[in-house]
């Protein structure tokens, strides 16, 4: 058994996805890029579940919250949406809900709205007419091929962004949140 800190393979998931926004590079081939870019959307939602999966974990084990300890782990076994938990788990389990109309939270949901687009394709089942060809079964792929270098650092700020909204919900005072993020994710504090 491997046993590690709750926080590594949060860290862990950044470390991949800053190396990978840090990495792109305008000038290379667009279709490197494109897929660099949707692999840091994929991660910016992942790491933002994984927290939001462990923190919450930790956060029902402290004296004050154990009464929700057994919500969370039922959440999690029966595998809730990260929707689900995002809604649900700060309203009932620290008395306080995410605001999804702040900037943070709105431009996160979108962002794992834009993830599922890349991913799951479910009302992409297109035809095409020419005269004397019918291509049917396409996918819009519109999603993937507006993709910039610019999304993926907006991922990962929006991932750290969500990190902090949740740490101010659970009462974190402003002046720690860059600590808290480091010790989530390595972020060094400027």
């Not at 009932?92 to 939270?105: M, S, T």
């Not at 910039?148 to 991922?155: M, P, T, W």
Request: proline content about 4%; some cysteine; hydrophobic content about 45%.
């Amino acid at each position: 058994m491997n046993l590690s800190s709750p926080n590594r393979m949060v860290w862990q998931y950044f470390e991949a996805l800053r190396r990978l926004v840090s990495e792109l590079d305008a000038d290379q081939d667009e279709a490197v890029l494109k897929q660099n870019v949707a692999l840091s959307i994929f991660l910016s939602v992942t790491v933002v579940e994984a927290f939001v999966n462990i923190f919450f974990r930790i956060v029902v084990s402290e004296d004050n919250f154990t009464h929700h300890k057994q919500r969370v782990m039922d959440d999690l076994y029966y595998r809730k949406s990260l929707d689900y938990k995002l809604k649900h788990w700060p309203k009932v389990i620290l008395g306080n809900k995410l605001n999804f109309n702040a900037p943070v939270p709105k431009a996160f949901l979108n962002l794992k709205n834009r993830r599922n687009a890349l991913m799951h394709f479910t009302s992409t089942h297109e035809s095409l007419a020419l005269p004397g060809i019918e291509v049917h079964g396409l996918a819009d792929t519109a999603t993937f091929d507006t993709l910039q270098a610019s999304d993926a650092a907006g991922a990962l700020d929006l991932a750290e962004g969500m990190l902090c909204e949740l740490f101010r919900l659970k009462g974190t005072p402003e002046q720690h949140l860059k600590h808290a993020l480091h010790t989530w994710t390595g972020k060094v504090p400027i």
